[in-house]
């Protein structure tokens, strides 16, 4: 029953990387593999991210350094225009590359591409976060060079990154150069580098824009010893930012450095004579500071000062720290699966790439790629909100705060653009980075209302996880008034018969059916959106009346709101076929024609690269089933016989071109009791990007699927649904693993979960305990006082 295009589990292409359950693996150079490679060994910590170009600067799917949010704005350009569309658009921009340390022996570039090399090995540790490389070059000459190479970037300093390179020769002596660099390729790329325009990456709109122009205007340079600086600014956004470095050389063999800069390029060299049984070890100190308002001046001397801190520490210091920061997020995060050790190893990439997108935030979002590549041009979607957010609830709570304080910050964007588009309260971007609407193509993105209900999901689900009720106070209330005053504004009351409240011309999360009525999944949020903030509004009216004043100073609340909010919320209409017993995805999906199954071959998907929108739009055919998410986040709304029946329906006809797929049909998949199909869509989350299923791997992470990857495991086979007031579970393991073993944090206590055939035992490890609803009853369970749930039947 699966979907038509969907390879069976056999069919996983296989990566090409050993077994290990703490680590991924390099064993070989590949440099047909390139883009793939650079994101799976990415590095990253929410704010810097590094993709895994080789320290030798040269061969390069894409180079790639990012910083969180920093961006530079242009002009859309419309061919025809209208009023309300986007006008500004924002692209994270590719920072200087501070990674570049050129290798040279005998006057000869090491070039990973035509090297002749003994050895090869690269490893990325999920425990430290650092990369490090091992390899034996055999020169033209003859000459055997080993060359050891680690990156980290901090967990626990978000400025820092830190590298080295250590260089021996093994038979002869050799003179060697050592051109470590900061490297702005906004104006010309490496002299080795293949530009990413002639990789055949163009035409897909999930990738990275690219410039014509100048981006960073240089600003500012600065050498002081073994210290270099580069500062640039936005030509159009004006932020700003400067990228510093501090070099520590160590060895007994007899060297000298020189140095240079200037507007794009600086550079520390080293040459030496290098002689067998005697290694030259450079250590590279990485430090990057942004602003939007803040002179490269100023930022100079932050950069100044992080790296004097980062220097005092030490290599040894800063991966000891980050190592901790880690060990902390493994404590809380760390799933363990027994009987399965790929699916161990993959499942740990997954997590660790969260990990990498939310550690160091600093309350900017999480984008769709991470800082691990520009995919998606580095915006901010509903991903975040409805994949990611569930997990940092549950396991980081401080982070999920930080990630819902950073939508309410865009609130007054939010407000000016509901405005824009004739609707009361607030309507977050479709995408974005500066909080203004960036999506250029309204049908698949402005139209995309639901985005409201998502960021108030995001709140709802780190209230029920956290119990912050200050927070509720404050900034939450505020984003629930102004998304429930949306919806009622946006919808109608028709009253033709019963009266129902209705919400037309919008888009669900299936953008192959865009501009419809009442779209299911929508009207099923928006209801869910409404309902929850008329009850946390009133509750907050009589809990803290001070704070409940504050909020109607701040939104003009009138009480009578919240008797309309739930008004509509009770006579929301939601799509409902008698006939066939299911949901409709909106009220004409059922009168479109089935799509060409049979005459659409595996090389024509996804299809919004081989078909034009008007195409998709008037077939039954779906990048992804937004009524089968609909019945995972808010299942207690449909039966289980409507599941089952909705399920079948709607997953032969999901293309999974959307890598938000996979995960949620195998949430709902085990829901419904379909084990075996569970698994197979688990497995495709697991390896979407181990495996480049999606075909788009080299543009970055797909961050929200690794989320969804921890859910699948979480609320798929442990079966753990969120009621408010309590948790419930209905596990179900998957048939061929022995057990499986997580925790999550709920009003400060922990909970581990262990399942096994059998069901799962839950025990409160610290807290006062955690109410767990089974069947009509609901059982604290506390300290020393485990409780069993039996296998869903």
């Known amino acids: 029953m699966a979907s038509n295009r969907l390879p069976p589990p056999s069919g996983l292409p296989p990566h090409r990387f050993p077994v290990d359950p703490w680590s991924l693996i390099e064993a070989e150079y590949d440099v047909t593999d390139l883009g793939r490679t650079e994101t799976l060994f990415a590095l990253g910590n929410g704010y810097l991210g590094l993709r895994a170009n080789p320290e030798e600067g040269r061969d390069a799917h894409s180079h790639g350094s990012y910083i969180n949010g920093f961006h530079e704005t242009w002009r859309i350009s419309h061919a025809e225009t209208a009023f309300g569309f986007a006008e500004v658009g924002q692209t994270i921009v590719n920072v200087p590359d501070a990674k570049v340390m050129k290798l040279y022996v005998d006057d000869e570039p090491l070039l990973l591409d035509v090297a002749d090399l003994d050895h090869y090995e690269r490893t990325l540790d999920f425990r430290t976060g650092v990369l490090a490389r091992d390899l034996i070059w055999r020169t033209a000459a003859g000459k055997r060079v080993r060359v050891r190479s680690t990156r980290m970037v901090s967990m626990a300093e978000r400025h820092v990154a830190a590298m080295t390179v250590e260089l021996a020769v093994l038979d002869a002596s050799a003179p060697i150069v050592i051109s ?431 078909f034009h929108p008007l195409v998709i739009y008037r077939h039954q055919v779906l990048k992804q089933a937004d009524v089968v998410l609909a019945m995972y986040l808010r299942r207690e709304h449909f039966s289980d016989e409507q599941k089952r029946r909705n399920f079948e329906f709607y997953d032969p006809i999901t293309t999974g071109d959307s890598s938000l797929s996979a995960c949620v049909q195998a949430i709902v998949a085990a829901d419904v009791g379909l084990d075996d199909l569970a698994l197979d869509y688990f497995k495709r989350a697991l390896y979407l990007d181990l495996c480049d299923l999606q075909g788009n791997s080299a543009d970055g992470v797909h961050v929200a699927s690794c989320g969804g990857v921890w859910a699948g495991i979480v609320h798929g086979f442990a079966g753990m649904v969120e009621h408010g007031d309590a948790i419930s579970f209905s596990p179900r393991l998957p048939s061929h693993w022995t057990a499986a073993r997580f925790s999550i944090q709920r009003h400060s206590s922990i909970l581990d979960v262990t399942l096994d055939r059998n069901g799962c035992e839950l025990r409160v490890t610290r807290g006062l305990g955690v109410p767990v609803r089974q069947g009509n009853d609901t059982v604290v369970v506390t300290p020393g006082s485990p409780h069993w749930i039996p296998a869903k039947a």
């Open 180 to 610: 470590s660099q900061i490297l702005n390729r906004q104006d010309g790329e490496d002299e080795y580098h293949v530009p990413e325009a002639a990789l055949g990456e163009g035409g897909d709109p999930r990738g990275a824009s690219s410039f014509d122009r100048r981006v960073l205007e240089p600003t500012s340079q600065r050498i002081s010893g073994d210290r270099l600086m580069l500062g640039h600014t936005c030509s159009n956004s004006r932020m700003t930012i400067v990228c510093g470095v501090e070099h520590l050389a160590e060895t007994t063999a007899n060297y000298t450095v020189t140095t240079q800069i200037n507007d794009d390029q600086a550079k520390w060299v080293l040459n030496g004579l290098a002689e067998p049984g005697v290694p030259i070890r450079v250590t590279k100190y990485v430090t990057y500071h942004t602003s939007t308002g803040v002179p490269c001046a100023e930022l100079l001397d932050r950069a100044d000062r992080t790296l004097d801190r980062a220097s005092s520490a030490g290599i040894e210091g800063l991966t000891a720290r980050s190592s901790e920061a880690l060990a902390d997020f493994w404590e809380a995060s760390d799933i363990e699966i027994d009987g399965d050790e790929a699916a161990q190893q993959a499942l740990r990439w997954n997590l660790f790439q969260l990990a990498q997108a939310s550690l160091a935030t600093q309350e900017q979002g999480i984008a769709a790629k991470g800082v691990t590549g520009g995919g998606y041009d580095g915006h901010y979607f509903w991903d975040s909100e409805i994949y990611v957010l569930p997990f940092l609830a549950y396991t980081n709570p401080k982070a999920a705060r930080k990630l819902v304080r950073f939508r309410w910050r865009m609130l007054d964007a939010a407000r000016r653009r509901a405005e824009k588009l004739a609707e009361k309260g607030a309507l977050f971007p479709w995408r974005t980075i500066n909080g203004e609407e960036a999506s250029a193509y309204y049908a698949a993105g402005t139209a995309q209302y639901h985005i409201n209900a998502a960021v108030t999901f995001a709140l709802a689900r780190y209230l029920d996880a956290s119990g912050d009720v200050d927070f509720m106070a404050d900034e939450g209330a505020e984003l629930l008034v102004e998304t429930a005053r949306m919806w009622t504004d946006l919808g109608f009351y028709a009253r033709n018969g019963a009266e129902t409240f209705h919400i037309h011309r919008v888009t669900g999360p299936d953008e192959y059916t865009t501009v419809v009525n009442d779209n299911c999944y929508t009207n099923i949020m928006a209801r869910f959106n409404l309902r929850y903030a008329a009850r946390t509004v009133r509750f907050l009216a009589e809990w803290n009346p001070e704070a409940f004043a504050t909020i109607q100073r701040r939104t003009g609340l009138d009480l009578d709101e919240l008797d309309a909010w739930d008004a509509a919320a009770d006579a929301m209409f939601i799509p409902f076929d008698q006939e066939r017993e299911i949901h409709p995805q909106d009220t004409a999906f059922l009168d479109l024609e089935p799509w060409d199954w049979e005459g659409t071959s595996s090389e024509q998907y996804p299809l919004l690269l081989h």
